[in-house]
């Protein structure tokens, strides 16, 4: 027995895929045997630090192919593998008509295999055994050829025989993969980002958590359902950015969150401005009434003024001057910025004091931590720490906000990340999308990274947004929140289309980053409001929308307009989404529509209603007309219905 070709298995086995609670998991492997005896094989599964595994039958698909797949329904870690055999007496019952036809004696090969009868009846119920005798007497007392191949095609000896094998050469894959199962959050999310401290809507006034909680009904009437903060520690005075990164900071300037730590306390503290623990535990709870949950900044780094500097000099480098090395990305510098130094030592202590702080907010209610930077922090690391959290509270959720190479990465998703930012910033042609979107859903990578896009985030303002308006923040929007299943905005600048840019860089000018904000509501347009919300009630009622991997690109004949489909596991809700990515031009084309995958005969007419703008289009054909114009509705999200047998009749796709 033979068992090779195990997919899904990332490197190896070495690390785990990812699945979603209740999501199927589909395993298939080359399984063969030497010789012409037939084989079977079962898919096993078990919960981490269970011993009892559960079985699964696999299916033979051609050509050596099997496939299986199981669904369990509690987060955490499962172990899964396959166990082959050869099944004699399948083999010989699937002979014997063979035998018959070409006019052999079968009575003797019958009486020579009844063993095989009598073994199967060591092993199953005192009610089956009974009847298994009653096979056996039969068999021997018969002797019509016709008769005996009667009796072995019994429809109840054929299912005692498929649910009790016999297993001679019973032989088990050589590794227990792994799998880990997430709550759903883990698939289908919705973020939006703010600086808590720019929540006030008094002039000049520092934002405090009871300011944030006023804003929450926005917040889910627009449909998100995290809320993400950046860094809510005190911030270091040392070295403090002032306004546009200023490498001198003004009086009353208030620094960047990310530069953590004062003398009143560090990564377990809070910003006393913003006020204290039980209004943040109040906070969440709030948000929870609103179906929000709170998601931290995860930074491990430190300001110059940062406690630990002085308590564990040890755990940063120290200049051959005797100052301490700030962080820089030669040409970038972060004078008010200290990382710690993972070649330390001491980094067992140092390690065991970061798992502390993520443990601290959890125990706090935080369960989701977007993490700063991690690609600059050791792969090693992460996995134990992500291992040591995932052991107790396998439901929280660590976004990797890794604008890194690709690898990196991925590495970094298979040590343990739950999600991670991606390309889709600077992904802006047809082409651009269409390549980087296959390569994240038609690979192995899809099996353990999951992409979470962001058109933009405080650290980046691209190109297209700077140069394109409103219609171009639509656009991004739409794309985002249809491509991938996790996606996210920097929401108080989004939602103003706020595009000032610093001369030649993709940063925003006057950034949020070193200076409290105040945001209006009256800023921004209802009708802005109207379409973030709509988009993602798209998303809350189109199971097609709630994960990343179904998608499929189709084609139209013009490279400003691009076409793709969504369809849910069991195709009873299939999504056509066509965008214009040109935000300064109307744009139009022929789209080729998916007959065949949406079970439309090509003379049958279909209805395509589009779920944002309202309109509804009785199409026939595989090639249908649109046009569209970025600055009225850049996109048609399509859910397509075919005609039933009365002509005014329409339903949604079986």
């Known amino acids: 027995m033979v068992i090779e070709n195990v997919q899904p298995e990332i490197d190896g086995g070495s690390f785990p895929i990812k699945r979603i609670i209740g999501e199927k998991i589909k395993v298939t492997a080359d399984i063969f045997a030497d010789g012409h005896d037939q084989i079977r094989a079962s898919l096993l599964f078990r919960k981490k630090g269970k011993e009892k595994w559960q079985f699964s039958p696999m299916n033979f698909e051609g050509n050596d ?49 009844i063993p095989l009868l009598e073994r199967l009846a060591q092993q199953i119920t005192l009610k089956e055994r009974k009847y298994i005798n009653q096979i056996i007497t039969r068999l021997k007392e018969e002797d019509k050829p016709e008769k005996l191949v009667a009796i072995l095609q019994d429809k109840t000896l054929s299912i005692i025989i498929q649910e009790n094998p016999l297993k001679y050469h019973k032989i088990r894959y050589c590794k227990k993969l792994k799998v880990i199962i997430d709550r759903k959050k883990a698939l289908f999310s919705t973020w939006y980002e703010l600086f808590p401290r720019s929540c006030s809507q008094e002039k000049n006034q520092h934002g405090t958590f009871l300011d944030c909680e006023k804003i929450l009904p926005d917040i889910a009437k627009l449909g998100f359902d995290i809320l993400y903060f950046p860094p809510i520690h005190p911030i270091g005075k040392t070295h403090r950015k002032g306004k546009n990164n200023s490498i001198i900071a003004q009086k009353g300037d208030p620094g960047s969150p990310w530069a953590i730590g004062d003398e009143s306390g560090g990564h377990m503290a809070i910003h006393p401005q913003l006020g204290n623990l039980n209004d943040f535990h109040r906070l969440i709870k709030k948000a929870k009434e609103y179906g929000i949950e709170i998601a931290l900044d995860l930074a491990f780094q430190c300001s110059r003024d940062h406690p630990y500097i002085k308590i564990h000099p040890e755990w940063f480098r120290w ?79 660590f976004l990797a906000e ?253």
């Open 65 to 113: 192919r099997w496939s299986g797949d199981f669904t369990v329904q509690g987060i955490g870690i499962y172990d899964y593998s396959i166990e082959g055999w050869v099944d004699p007496l399948i083999t010989w019952l699937n002979n014997i008509p063979k035998r018959f036809q070409a006019q052999e004696k079968i009575k003797v090969d019958i009486l020579s295999n």
């Open 402 to 654: 890794a604008f890194t190479r690709p690898k990196v990465m991925y590495r970094l998703a298979k040590v343990g990340f739950t999600q991670s930012y991606t390309y889709f910033s600077w992904r802006n042609t047809k082409n651009e999308l269409t390549e980087y979107l296959n390569e994240l859903t038609n690979s192995k990578i899809k099996e353990y990274f999951r992409p979470n896009f962001w058109p933009n985030t405080p650290d980046i303002l691209s190109e297209y947004l700077q140069s394109g308006n409103r219609p171009a923040f639509l656009i991004r929007f739409i794309l985002a929140a249809t491509l991938s299943s996790n996606y996210g905005i920097y929401g108080p600048v989004y939602e103003r289309f706020i595009n000032q840019a610093i001369a030649g860089k993709e940063e925003y000018l006057y950034s949020e980053k070193y200076e409290i904000k105040q945001w209006k509501n009256e800023d921004i347009k209802e009708n802005t409001r109207d379409f973030i919300s709509r988009i993602n009630q798209i998303r809350r009622e189109n199971s097609a929308f709630q994960m990343t991997n179904n998608l499929k690109f189709y084609h139209v004949d013009n490279d400003n307009l691009i076409c793709f489909a969504k369809f849910n596991n069991d195709l009873s809700n299939i999504i056509l989404v066509v965008i214009n990515l040109d935000p300064h031009y109307t744009q139009s084309g022929w789209v080729q529509v998916p007959l065949s995958d949406m079970g439309i005969e090509t003379d049958q007419p279909f209805l395509a209603h589009d779920l944002l703008g309202g309109d509804q289009y009785i199409w026939k054909g595989e090639y249908n007309y649109v046009e569209l114009n970025p600055n009225t509705l850049p996109a048609h999200i399509f859910k397509m219905k075919k005609r039933l047998k009365k002509e005014s009749d329409f339903d949604y796709f079986a």
């Open 319 to 397: 200049r051959a001057d005797g100052t301490i090395q700030y962080a820089e990305n030669p040409p970038k510098k972060y004078e008010d910025i200290v990382p710690f130094d993972f070649e330390t030592d001491h980094w067992q202590e140092l390690w065991q004091e970061l798992k502390k702080i993520t443990f601290y907010w959890i125990e706090q209610g935080i369960k989701i931590f977007r993490v700063d930077n991690p690609h600059t922090k050791p792969f090693l690391f992460w996995e134990w720490l992500i291992g040591q959290v995932k052991e107790k509270y396998p439901e929280v959720i």
